[in-house]
């Protein structure tokens, strides 16, 4: 079917190193072009071959994180739903292992009448496909493309071609790169270097790409005369060599590539039908001042098992910063490993407010336990997420005459499995085929704290988990105080917990980090933040 709207593509490539910073300048290119009012998308492709995150070792991918349609998918899409205040869908993240999944379907169910198949044209024409896909679901002005990796990675290699491809088809005034690098700097020598950046764009040009802008990352702002060498020996336009350097807060890159007159730039490359006014990035610019304020300070721990990694909890880490942001206040975030023999009591007292992300697996569920006990002997504010949650339901229990109370995740033969897998999910097989997963519904029980937050009764929050509160234990944890403040819609599936005479004590299954937003933090994380601030003062 012929195609009656015209899509237009921004392409992102990195080089030089990777985790520069590729996904915080897409989102923010993004939340340039979604000020100026226009319908904007984002993709982000990871070359490796599995075929989603989910079962990628938080210490060497970061966060997993999941799409309302119950995709997992890597930590950037969070960036941009962020930035962009949308909610995108699985198909945002294209894997090489989607697309090679995809294209063996096909020849087994014949679709190539007996050809040969091939990276070209094959695996190319189906990654093109995968895109355009995306573009024709909401007919979107301008989709960003982000290119996970660094150019020269093999794996990278037919998705370069295929993109390549794409901006022929699609007509070179519809499709524009944006290249972004790191300028070192060497202490040694006084200077910045150009040269890795050089040749970053020599091997992107050898693959028949020339950008058309060049980000360069630097850990301080570089002047005039590097960048017209930049331009110069990477044959790109003065003005489309732009500096971002190491800034305060991530919100700030789009006010920095503003300055640069990136909006503009974008306008004119490719054609939009509109005029670039860097004074509709105001309302955002007001966001930003907000979270850089420096007092007064609340110091909330984050008690998990990959604290080694902060990306493993970024969006817990963005959604307190939004939280604390509105209502006045700096959130100054320190980890603790709950992989520990005892956790230390002493750093414990330095937090006005806990927060148990989720996590599988037993080890550090033993700490995760002390930290609920500390809070709750202590009138901490607690905040529990998932297997967070979990671990508030476990010692609860264990407080109240279920000594040996614990999660059949962790043990098959428990006298007190308060936590346990339903019937269903007993019989899923594959690891990534989690029955929980995605938006669900959950219905909120008036009179609780929980309510007092969201304000409403019906919402919808997404989940990533298989184990469940186990409904056998539910009447008599109640009876001993155990509050039930959200269920699923036919109040079979308990969904948030809140323990009794604290000042602010809140599990929840699901994972409200998802849907937090600089201009909309989400309701239980600004709870949580105003009964640290309310508490800490007093």
Known sequence: MERIFLTKYIIITGGVVSSIGKGITSASMGRILRSYGLNVSAIKIDPYLNWDSGTLNPYQHGEVFVTNDGMETDLDLGHYERFLDVELEGFANITTGKVYKAVISKEREGGFLGECVQVIPHITNQIKE???????????????????????????QPFLEALRQ??????????????????????????????PTQHSTKELRSMGINPDVIV??????????????????????????????D???????????????????????IGLDIEADSSKLDDWAKIVESIKIKDPVVTIGIIGKYVELEDAYISIRESLQHAAASIGVKANIEYLSSDVDELDKDVMG?????????????RGFEGKLDAVEYAIENDVPLFGICLGMQSIVTQFARRNGYSDANSSEFDDNLKYPVIDMMKEQKKIKNMGGTMRLGSYDCK??????????????????????????NNDFRDDLESKGLIISGTSPDDFLVEIIEVPNHPWAIGCQFHPEFKSRPNRPHPLFKSFLEAIYNYSKN
């Not at 002005?141 to 093999?154: A, P, Q, Y």
């Not at 022929?168 to 020598?189: C, K, Q, R, W």
């Not at 590539?257 to 974008?266: C, F, K, P």
């Not at 330095?350 to 697996?361: A, E, M, S, T, V």
């Open 444 to 469: 909120i029980i008036e009179g609780t704290k929980t309510h007092d937050a969201y304000g409403e009764i019906d919402i919808e929050e997404r989940h990533r988990h298989r184990y469940e509160f």
């Open 216 to 245: 360069c990352r630097s850990q301080k702002p570089i002047d005039d005369a590097l960048k017209q060498k930049v331009a110069h020996f990477c044959d790109v336009d003065r003005n489309a060599v732009v500096n971002t350097p």
């Open 350 to 362: 330095n937090f006005d407010g806990i927060l148990i992300p989720g996590g599988f697996g037993e």
């Open 130 to 156: 995968m895109i355009r896909d995306t573009s024709e679901k909401k007919d979107y002005d301008v989709v960003l493309i982000e290119l996970g990796g660094t150019v020269g990675d093999i794996e990278s």
């Open 247 to 269: 800034a305060g807060t991530i919100y700030e890159v789009p006010l920095v590539l503003e300055e640069n007159n990136i909006g503009e730039l974008i306008v004119k490359r």
């Open 166 to 195: 794409l901006r022929n088809e699609e007509g070179s005034e519809n499709v524009m790169f944006v290249h972004v690098t790191f300028i070192p700097y060497l202490d040694a020598a006084g200077e910045f270097k150009t040269k």
